[in-house]
Nanobody
Framework: AQLVESGGGLVQPGGSLRLSCAASGFTFSGYVVSWYRQAPGKGRELVAH????????VYAPSVKGRFTISRDNAKNTVYLQMNSLKPEDTAVYYC?????WGQGTQVTVSS
């Protein structure tokens, strides 16, 4: 069983990215899934999480209104749509579910 993140990259301030977290080896639909991020020199912080059916979501205050977490259980995938990106969003983004962590995907917001 594993989680694999993708979709990171370099984007200018104000831009958008969509991250994906794909699960393999188990059925994702039975688990709450969270996105975390870790900026250089800082601890890992919770960005958002989504309950099993996608009906309930929670966001960190710093991203609320800009980021949207969603899931497609048929595709065993959770997404993080990130809009209006800021330099302070620069970090490695990780997904977490069923006590598993992905390898992370780098997001860099810079002009």
């Amino acid at each position: 069983a594993q989680l694999v993140e993708s979709g990171g990259g370099l984007v200018q301030p104000g831009g958008s990215l969509r991250l994906s977290c794909a699960a393999s080896g188990f059925t994702f639909s039975g688990y709450v899934v969270s996105w975390y991020r870790q900026a250089p020199g800082k601890g890992r912080e919770l960005v958002a999480h989504i309950e099993t059916t996608g009906g309930n979501t929670v966001y960190a205050p710093s991203v609320k209104g800009r980021f949207t977490i969603s899931r497609d259980n048929a595709k065993n995938t959770v997404y993080l749509q990130m809009n209006s990106l800021k330099p302070e969003d620069t970090a490695v983004y990780y997904c977490n579910g069923r006590t598993l962590w992905g390898q992370g995907t780098q997001v860099t917001v810079s002009s």
